[in-house]
């Protein structure tokens, strides 16, 4: 079970920083990746981290957002920063995840955290 965390409403310009935190008994935490989405858009990938560690990002955001993982609390953080109107949507975290006694990777979303900034 993935959950999410850390919206809310912010200026612009401002930061803000997401959580996804995953529970249960965990294998292996394998690549995660946040979305987001817009009334009437479909959902649209933010930020991507692969299990080797490498990480993308969706032009729009680059160099404002960071997406890192503390794999000690099988958990992954989005830090947002220099926040846009246009940012403002459901952000959902994704993972596959091993749980433990598995022999393969399961896919898990977050219940989806809202955040809006204002102008």
């Known amino acids: 079970q993935l959950q999410a965390s850390g919206g809310g409403l912010v200026q612009a310009g401002g930061s803000l920083r997401l959580s996804c935190a995953a529970s249960?008994?965990?294998?292996?935490?394998?690549?995660a990746a946040w979305y987001r989405q817009t009334p009437g858009k479909q959902r649209e990938l933010v930020a991507s981290?692969?299990?080797?560690?490498?990480?993308n990002y969706a032009d729009s955001v680059k160099g404002r957002f960071t997406l890192s993982r503390d794999s000690a609390k099988n958990t992954v953080y989005l830090q947002m920063n220099s926040l846009k109107p246009e940012d403002s949507a459901v952000f959902y975290c994704?993972?596959?995840?091993?749980?433990?006694?598995?022999?393969?990777?399961?896919?898990?979303w977050g219940q989806g955290t809202l955040v809006t900034v204002s102008s």
């Open positions: 994704n993972a596959h995840i091993v749980p433990l006694g598995y022999g393969y990777a399961l896919n898990f």
């Open positions: 249960g008994s965990i294998f292996s935490f394998n690549d």
């Open positions: 981290l692969a299990s080797g560690g490498s990480t």
